[in-house]
């Protein structure tokens, strides 16, 4: 076991770029490393912490106040080190954070050397990685998405903010979450985040952690009030949301416990989530609980992200009382912004009438004369070359009022009807008879209480006898062979559905429900996803929430939720973006029953089996109480009125339909519109393309005992049965089928879906290079003159610096390769015989008596190579600068300008840009390679020499 001590330097062999690390004190078993170079602080375990100590030997280089020096002696006082250099005693604590060192060198001198793959293959890695990290898709290039334009473009647009606060109000369907896990895992990744909080509907915290870890490998943690005491019981004085660095949590709960919502404002978060922000009350005079903890939260929270699907003009305060959160300083008073929107509308007006080639009012040219003051004379000669029918000219203008509208910088809605791609939705409804059991009415009549929240106690389910199981049976011979998804509301109407299905026919069913464990969760879905495998899923509400069954293109309706948003989700799950096939939506009810007035008010008032509801809400809101009552009462008593509230339904529809209509705010619809080439779409398009032909992850992986066999096109199956260590999570409970087919990962949420980001390949990758496999090399070559030997040192630019900064996307650690030859001339073009490789093979050198030949030679090559090292280093950099100035330069430039034109633009983005383009100006001219690896390539006659 390591000894540890406070104030002594130690190095994280699993994280080098954290750079050297200084120890702060002892607790228990455990010991806190600080890592002031980078602003990290860790805590290990004494017994397996991947640390080693940072010992320089006499003649080896150190940095101290940005200054090289070389160790003259070491001496150890009270366990720690005191180092000499030229003369003067330095306590190992003046060290700076970024040091140069390697054992490559150490290793090669003592004659220790690795296979000449083994060197090659490191090589390899070094490369990958830095060509991963500087990817335009880091953090989200496993991410098991459909690549859709407008998604990936909301990344993009996120991704440029600092921080990014943003509302997401796209269309349901459009993949609004898809887009906020997006923005997450690409913000962590990029180390701008480290503790995020995830708050949402209690319905949905299953749905956000299964997306989070199926889609983006990001593993949240679920908080409540039984996980905290939990906590609590262990660390009584401790904050039990600091024991996470990513939780999702409840927003009701968390609102309603006082001592959980001051616990979690005090813990700290770089980034807040919230979804179904519209449920979130607040007016002038009253604040909801949820809003209140919300707005708390939104105050001391660099990044804010809501997801709402409400539209505006519904309810304008509303809408204000969401823009005041992700800008208090801009949307500081209700009846301002009422006059702001209307302001917005005429605009929309105007943008509308320009994409129609419609001409230009007076009004029109006086609005647009007070958007360009002073420009009075060029904008006359635009809309002049308008008129004569320049759409680019139309289109820039069109781009400049988008510039120029206010909540487009804090707002994004993509509408369903802008992006296309959507399948036709299907309804085929049934009216069943009445049964002659006088019973199933008043059976049904109960399941139908709890469902829509009357009563709490969930009746027994027989549904053996219900001829709703004779209507399913029915379908399912009807559209054979096709897969087929039934969601109903509970887990005892899953099992209920599962026992009577056993006993009536013979049929394969997988089933899904909220009790259900994730591994339980795959491999079910495997399972209806497989050809041959389930032809029916039967669901709960929350058991089906967060999968992709696209694949289907049949949904039976067991029951129907009252809420329309509710029903919209069901639906959602086959309806999305992506769907190749229409989507066939059945139900039925049995005449006169409860369920029966439901189905017929959601049908023919709502016509929401047909397209996507807007207007749900505020209908359910106008109705849900008379449609209640009038479910309770007798059949034949209530049809005369039942006609009347559906008429009364389908006019309210039509009305708020008309208003949403007239309402659409134009301008920020073009300014939410995707471009179908975006710089994230075509890199993400262009690794699947190269994964299809790429196995280095095989390779990786068999480095350490991780055998592969192909089981089909596309599928692996990793087997970890000679696994040389430990610690991949993945394989904790055998072998697992990976693949690197993003189609095929979509359709199977049980396979491993591996590409440059994934903790699995990262661990790998990070093991092999903390490591000393492959670090020292010797190869014979034949083709080289007699008493030749060429030296090539593998180093490693890195720059030690605060990962918020993200200084890998400009300069990534990418390998810098120097060749030096005895006489310490350079050889830019070296490259060993490929002959000489080829018969290398696995053969393993012992150099230990060539150790005094290596002690005179291999020195002054390396440092030749080390200079030299230094200056591709110095043209990296300077690279790296360039590109910062220009990508974070322009972006500074054009936020200027748009500032002054639009008052949405926060003098916070603008100066937290500034700053860290000053902080990149100041870190990059730091970086230093650092030594990885060497490689000695000599003649044949090398191996005769003795000194």
């Not at 915290?205 to 996980?227: C, G, K, M, S, T």
């Not at 005429?346 to 009004?363: I, P």
């Not at 030949?853 to 020195?859: D, F, I, K, N």
Request: charged fraction near 25%; include cysteine; hydrophobic fraction near 40%.
């Amino acid at each position: 076991m390591n000894t540890f001590a406070p104030g002594q330097r130690w190095f994280s062999s699993a994280e080098p770029e954290l750079g050297l690390g200084t120890v702060l004190r002892l607790a228990g078993r455990q010991v806190q490393i600080v890592f002031t170079g980078t602003g990290v602080v860790r805590m290990y375990a004494l017994g397996s912490a991947p640390l080693l100590r940072a010992v320089f030997r006499p003649g080896e280089r150190v940095r101290i106040g940005g200054q090289d020096k070389t160790v003259e002696s070491a001496e150890l006082h009270d366990a720690l080190i005191h180092y000499t250099c030229d003369g003067q005693a330095h306590a190992e604590g003046e060290l700076d954070a970024e040091q140069p060192v390697s054992q490559a060198d150490s290793r090669l001198l003592s004659g220790r050397v690795d296979r000449n793959d083994q060197f090659e293959f490191r090589r390899e890695c070094l490369q990958r990685r830095a060509e991963a990290r500087a990817h335009p898709g880091w953090g989200v290039l496993g991410a098991r998405i459909d690549l859709i334009p407008h998604q990936l473009q909301v990344a993009e647009r996120a991704s440029q903010r600092r921080p990014p606060r943003l509302l997401l109000a796209d269309e349901v369907g459009l993949g609004k979450t898809i887009e906020a896990c997006l923005i997450t895992a690409q913000q962590l990744a990029s180390g701008r985040v480290r503790r995020v909080l995830v708050l949402v509907p209690e319905s949905l915290v299953n749905q956000w952690f299964v997306e989070l870890l199926r889609r983006f490998n990001l593993p949240f943690a679920i908080y409540d009030e039984e996980r905290c005491e939990s906590l609590e019981l262990t660390e009584p004085k401790a904050n039990p949301f600091e024991d996470e660095q990513c939780v999702i949590a409840s927003v009701d709960w968390l609102a309603s416990h006082d001592k959980r919502a001051r616990q979690a404002l005090a813990a700290g978060w770089d980034l807040l989530l919230v979804d179904e922000a519209h449920h979130l009350v607040w007016t002038p005079e009253f604040s909801s609980p949820g809003y209140a903890l919300v707005e708390s939260l939104s105050l001391q929270t660099p990044g804010l992200l809501l997801l709402t699907a409400t539209p505006e003009q519904l309810g304008l305060g509303g809408h204000f009382a969401r823009l005041r959160l992700l800008d208090p300083a801009r949307y500081t008073d209700l009846e301002s912004y009422r006059e702001e929107s209307r302001r917005y509308l005429e605009l929309s007006a105007l943008a509308e009438r320009l994409l129609e080639d419609q001409a230009l009012t007076t009004e029109d040219m006086a609005t647009l004369s007070a958007l360009f003051p002073g420009d009075d004379e060029a904008l006359v000669g635009r809309l002049g070359r308008i008129a004569a029918g320049d759409t680019r000219e139309r289109d820039a203008l069109l781009s400049d009022l988008v510039d120029r509208h206010g909540t487009g910088r804090v707002m994004i809605r993509n509408r369903r009807a802008a992006i296309g791609g959507f399948p036709v939705r299907l309804p085929h409804l049934t009216a069943l008879d009445v049964p002659e059991d006088p019973t199933v009415l008043g059976r049904l009549r109960a399941e139908f209480a709890h469902d829509v929240g009357e009563t709490d106690d969930e009746p027994a389910h027989d549904y053996a006898r219900d001829p709703r199981t004779d209507w399913l049976l029915g379908i399912l011979e009807a559209v054979a062979p096709a897969k087929v998804l039934l969601l109903c509301r509970s887990r005892a109407k899953v099992q209920a559905l599962e026992e009577a299905l056993r006993l009536r026919s013979g049929l394969p069913v997988a089933r899904f429900h909220e009790d259900m464990n994730l591994l339980q969760r795959d491999r079910n879905a495997a399972y209806f996803a497989d050809p041959e495998g389930a032809r029916l899923l039967i669901a709960s509400e929350i058991g089906a929430e967060g999968r992709n069954f696209q694949f289907a293109q049949h949904l039976v309706m067991w029951d129907l939720p009252l809420h329309p948003d509710m029903l919209e989700q069901r639906i959602g799950r086959l309806d999305r973006i992506g769907q190749r096939g229409d989507v066939n939506i059945h139900a039925a009810a049995v005449a006169g029953s409860a369920q029966d007035v439901l189905l017929r008010w959601v049908h023919e008032g709502l016509d929401a089996f047909r397209g996507v509801l807007a207007d749900g809400r505020e209908l359910l809101r106008s109705f849900g109480a008379e449609l209640l009552q009038l479910a309770a009462q007798d059949g034949d008593a209530r049809e005369p009125a039942l006609t009347e509230l559906i008429k009364r339904t389908r006019d309210k529809h039509a009305e708020l339909a008309r208003i949403i209509a007239e309402g659409r705010d134009r301008l920020l619809e073009l300014g939410s519109r995707s471009h179908p080439s975006t710089r994230l779409l075509t890199a993400l398009r262009e690794d699947d393309h190269h994964a299809a032909m790429d196995d280095h992850a095989l390779r990786l992986l068999e480095h350490f005992g991780i055998h592969n066999e192909p089981l089909a096109a596309n599928l692996w199956l990793l087997d970890p049965e000679h696994v040389t260590v430990d610690g991949f999570e993945e394989f904790k409970n055998g072998p697992r089928t990976a693949t690197f087919d993003r189609m095929t990962a979509l359709g199977r949420d049980d396979l491993l879906y591996l590409r440059a980001d994934h903790p699995l390949l990262l661990s790998a990758g990070e093991l092999l290079v903390s490591g000393e496999s492959g670090n020292a090399a010797f190869l014979v070559d034949d083709s080289l003159p007699p008493r030749t030997v060429v030296m090539e040192a593998v180093s490693v630019l890195e720059c030690v610096a605060p990962r918020g900064l993200d200084v890998e996307r400009y300069l990534p650690p990418a390998p810098l390769v120097v060749a030096v030859d005895t006489r310490l001339q350079l050889r830019p073009d070296f490259a060993p015989g490929e002959r000489a490789r080829l018969r290398a093979g696995d053969r393993v050198f012992d150099l230990s008596p060539q150790r005094k030949v290596l002690a005179a030679l291999v020195p002054p090559m390396l440092e030749r190579a080390r200079e030299e090292a230094l200056l591709q280093a110095a043209q990296r950099i300077e690279s790296a600068l360039t590109t910062a100035d220009q990508l974070l330069g322009n972006e500074i430039d054009r936020l200027r300008a748009l500032a002054q034109v639009n008052p949405a633009v926060r003098p916070e983005e603008i100066a937290a840009l500034e700053s860290e383009l000053d902080a990149l100006r100041a870190a990059l001219p730091t970086a230093r390679p650092r030594l990885d690896s060497l490689r000695l390539v000599a003649s044949t006659d090398f191996l005769q020499l003795r000194r």
